[in-house]
């Protein structure tokens, strides 16, 4: 029953986001395909829960790579973004088709980020536990790391948020989330390697629920 609830509250609320989200999303689109050739959308095969196959919608805001297929993984201040590109998605924009996946029930809005077939074949049996979980729009990850997140790292997170989350946890994620893309957006999150690495372990502990010690 509450499986059933949790569904039907997460049709409507994408439904509604859709809906609010079309103007941005239209603009977005046509900066996109004025920016460089490409396809507009990107249909990616990603692993969710219990191993099951599905792909994945994405606006496109990568150039294509100079053997003319969109690379798999994205780097720190990466030169195949445009600098329009790379404003669009630091503001996630790009993952509003991903409304239509948790439609469908391929995904939720809060869970582990959903990897491609190769990179879950590499994975570890502990890694494996993360597939017991829907994969999620949002997630403790995106909050913590940006790009250039190493896998291990990323999933051993993952692992320890989700194995114990909770509502509250939850909604301390999506309260999160617009402050970390706001910082984004604004230019504010470009620390040195040490103070990103203390920005890192403090909202881990937040997120996590642990006593935090100022």
Known sequence: MVHLLKRFFEIILAVA???LAAPFFLVASIIVLLDSPGPLILRQQRVGKDGRVFRLYKLRTMKKGANGNLPMHTQVNDPRFSPICRF???TCIDEIPQLINIIRG???FIGP????PPIVEA?????LDILKFTPGLF???QIVFREGVVVADKIALELKYYESRSLFSDIKILLYTPVVLLSHMAGKVRPNKKATNHKHAWLERVLLGERIIL
């Open 139 to 141: 997630g403790i990850s």
């Open 88 to 90: 669009i998605r630091s």
């Open 113 to 116: 980020r959903p990897e491609r």
């Open 17 to 19: 986001f859709l809906i």
């Open 106 to 108: 391929e995904m939720a």
């Open 123 to 127: 994975y570890t049996p502990r890694q």
